[in-house]
């Protein structure tokens, strides 16, 4: 194995590839389709990333969450329409995600009458916020759901295969 880097001010493909263990050579191996001097350019952003290159790395170093890191941070969709999933133990992601749906059946009431006319109106702006807000959270947290899944996948803690099936049966 290649001596550790001392460099600073690393980007995040860069310490998941160190975090992985593996060289410049050996991630480019694993992955296929990167050579060693794109992986570098990546690394040091002398070029931009493309979104096939983050699923290739997230797979090559078991690092599903950088495809979230790159939707959230460097893809200009992303940015304005995905949340950003925070890493979070399996009893947090639920307690956070019951808090908020307890939270938000309170309002459900009020968004009905808020929504009903299909107008929302100056008086009716702050409520409605408040709920837009809460379920903003909810989508935050079933994004750290996802994270969570991905990763006990990839560390082969869940059955890819049973899971996939399971997912992919009709109601």
């Given at each position: 194995?290649?001596?550790?880097?001392?460099?600073?001010?690393?980007?995040?493909?860069?310490?998941?590839?160190?975090?992985?263990?593996?060289?410049?050579?050996?991630?480019?191996?694993?992955?296929?389709?990167?050579?060693?001097?794109?992986?570098?350019?990546?690394?040091?952003?002398?070029?931009?990333?493309?979104?096939?290159?983050?699923?290739?790395?997230?797979?090559?170093?078991?690092?599903?969450?950088?495809?979230?890191?790159?939707?959230?941070?460097?893809?200009?969709?992303?940015?304005?329409?995905?949340?950003?999933?925070?890493?979070?133990?399996?009893?947090?992601?639920?307690?956070?995600?019951?808090?908020?749906?307890?939270?938000l059946d309170t309002q459900r009431n009020r968004l009905i009458d808020i929504t009903a006319d299909g107008i929302i109106s100056d008086d009716e702006l702050p409520d409605f916020v408040s709920i837009q807000k809460q379920l903003a959270m909810i989508d935050q947290t079933v994004e750290s759901l996802k994270i969570w899944?991905?990763?006990?996948?990839?560390?082969?803690?869940?059955?890819?295969?049973?899971?996939?099936?399971?997912?992919?049966?009709?109601?």
């Open positions: 194995m290649g001596k550790k880097s001392i460099k600073e001010n690393k980007n995040i493909y860069f310490e998941s590839r160190e975090i992985a263990g593996l060289t410049r050579a050996q991630a480019s191996e694993k992955i296929g389709f990167i050579s060693e001097s794109r992986l570098e350019k990546i690394e040091s952003e002398k070029t931009a990333i493309q979104p096939e290159d983050v699923v290739a790395m997230a797979d090559a170093y078991k690092r599903p969450d950088l495809c979230n890191y790159y939707c959230t941070h460097e893809c200009r969709i992303g940015k304005d329409s995905v949340p950003v999933a925070k890493e979070s133990t399996l009893s947090e992601i639920v307690l956070a995600m019951l808090s908020s749906l307890n939270s899944v991905a990763n006990t996948v990839a560390n082969g803690q869940i059955n890819k295969d049973k899971l996939e099936s399971l997912l992919s049966e009709k109601k």
